[in-house]
């Protein structure tokens, strides 16, 4: 039988311990309200009350101790049930068409990656 590691991350991401996020699909006006589980500059782990499709558009709102990021452009890689809601693993896509300000943006989730690296 085959072994099938448990983590697939090509990143490690930090524990992210107060990292409130706001997400809005693509298409959609209603934003959905989170606590980020995990973070790393290329992904964010999320526990929210709705499910998120997989593959789906999203703009996020990252809101840190130090740090606010807006409009975050990102995509669902899973979601999955838990026993307070759902978590949804979302890559971040700041190359694509769709990310505003795409080196600032870059350069702020690193800022808010090492912020995590040193608490941990």
Known sequence: MPVIPSERRAHAREVANGLMV????KGR??????NAVDFSRHGIGILIDQPLPKDTTVYLSITGQNQHLNNVIG??????SQP???RCGIRFRTASE???DKANVDARLGELEQEFQRVS
């Open 84 to 86: 307070d809601g759902y």
């Open 98 to 100: 769709l990310q505003d």
């Open 29 to 34: 006006l209603t934003r959905l309200q989170g």
């Open 75 to 80: 995509i669902v890689h899973n979601c999955t």
């Open 22 to 25: 706001s997400i809005r699909r």
